[in-house]
C-alpha cells in the first residue's frame, strides 16, 4: 500500500496545487472568466478526498482486524496492496467482487470519517493554503534580499575604491618646525 498511498499523495497534491491559484469570485473576477473551470476542479478535488478517505477507511479497518480477526486483517492488507487504490470507487468495487462484507464495513467507516472531517475541511484548506503562501513569500523575499558580503568580482563598478596606506610619519628633529 506504500507506492499507492505515495501516488494518492501525488495525485492529491496536484489539484491542490491548482486549488491554491483560486480565490473566491468576489476577490478576483478574472479568475472565473479565465481558462479555469472551477466545477472541474471542484470535481477532481472531489475525487481525490474520496480516495484518500477510502484509503483511510482501509487502513482503518485493516487496523480494527488486526486485533479481531488477524487473518482477514492480512487477506485485506494484500487484497490493498494488489488492487489500485488511488481510485476509491474503483478499489470498493473490486473489494465488493472478492468480499463484499468489508466492502460495506469500509463504506460505513469511509462515510463516517466524511461526516467527522468535511465539517472543517474548508477552512483548514483556505487557511492552510494561506498560510504555506505566506510563508513561501516570506521565504522568497529573504532569498530576493539577503545582503552578499562578498562584492561581486562580475562588476568592477561594486568593488570598493582602493585606499592609499597611510604612511608612517617621518622623525622629526629635536628643534625643527612642523
Known sequence: MGFELRQLWLDHRKVLRLVTHCKAPAQNSQLT????????????????????????????????LSETDPPRSLWLHTFSTKERI??????????????????FRILTVREHLANEVCEFLPEMVRTGIQEANIQQRRQ????MTEFDPVPSQTHPEQLPEPVEPIKPAEPREPGSDP
Not at 480516495?51 to 482501509?58: F, I, K, P, R
Not at 488511488?86 to 466492502?103: H, M, N, T
Not at 522568497?140 to 532569498?143: A, F, I, N, S, T
Open 140 to 143: 522568497q523575499l529573504e532569498r
Open 86 to 103: 488511488q481510485d476509491g470507487e474503483l478499489y470498493i468495487r473490486d473489494l465488493f467482487q472478492a468480499e463484499q462484507s468489508l466492502g
Open 33 to 64: 472568466q479565465g481558462s479555469m473551470d472551477f466545477k472541474q476542479i471542484a470535481k477532481d478535488t472531489t475525487k481525490v478526498v474520496v480516495s484518500y478517505l477510502t484509503y483511510q477507511a482501509v487502513r482503518t479497518v485493516i487496523a480494527q
